[in-house]
């Protein structure tokens, strides 16, 4: 299994530029999930869903779209860039383990810079 | 709304001593605490996940114990190595879905 992957490692926008940050799983998992991580502030939750099909909003959704057409994949949207989405994204897949347990594995991050 | 927080930021220890992470939450409605670890530039490993009921995990050097009235959870790490350096993070899982609040971390050093 090659896990949770992520395209592209880095990338460079200009503002106002708009591009798919892509996400892949390989592992059959239901549920599958974007963060974003900033310094000092740890990782916070942009969206998620919970199957094919089905999306919900996180903690801090603005300016970011998903859609999970496959079970596999699950691409974000960055609609018009903007400085403040500069940041490491995260995508990571969970399935409900033993006793609910929904342990998420982690893709290796896109770290994005918009100037 | 629950908040995660990790005391201290940043710690560095010599080669061969036994360590504590701390991690705190304030609202003791958990459904599991989970630790990660990361390296730099990397994505984040699962290290142990604590249900509720649990009081702690154990793997390898690493243990972790849950104490929810208090709010609170440790990462014990046995004999620390050089390899051991990393920011590790805990999250908590607040409700039946599969939604994760971080902390912010604690970087570890562990000087050969």
């Known amino acids: 299994n090659a896990g949770v992957t992520q395209t592209p490692k880095f990338q460079v926008l200009k503002t106002g530029q708009s591009m798919t940050l892509q996400c892949a799983q390989d592992m059959n998992h239901e549920y599958m999930s974007w963060y974003r991580q900033d310094p000092g502030m740890g990782l916070r939750l942009i969206h998620y869903?919970?199957?094919?099909?089905?999306?919900d909003q996180g903690e801090v959704p603005n300016g970011y779209n998903v859609s999970r057409s496959t079970t596999e994949d699950f691409p974000l949207r960055l609609l018009s860039a903007a400085p403040s989405q500069t940041s490491v994204y995260f995508c990571?897949?969970?399935?409900?383990?033993?006793?609910?347990?929904?342990?998420?594995?982690f893709g290796p991050g896109t770290r994005l810079t918009v100037t | 709304k629950q908040e995660v927080t990790q005391i201290p930021a940043a710690l560095s220890v010599p080669e061969g001593e036994n360590l504590v992470l701390n991690c705190s939450f304030t609202?003791?409605?958990?459904?599991?605490l989970q630790w990660f670890r990361q390296d730099p530039g990397k994505g984040l490993t699962s290290l142990l996940l604590?249900?509720?009921?649990?009081r702690e995990q154990t793997s390898g050097r690493l243990n972790a114990s849950l104490d929810k009235s208090s709010g609170r959870s440790t990462l014990y790490i046995a004999a620390s190595q050089p390899g051991d350096s990393a920011t590790y993070l805990c999250a908590v899982k607040i409700d039946s879905s599969y939604k994760l609040i971080f902390g912010s971390g604690t970087r570890l050093l562990v000087r050969p």
């Open positions: 990571a897949s969970s399935y409900k383990g033993q006793g609910g347990s929904y342990e998420q594995y």
């Open positions: 604590i249900q509720s009921s649990q």
């Open positions: 869903s919970v199957g094919a099909g089905i999306t």
């Open positions: 609202d003791s409605a958990i459904y599991n």
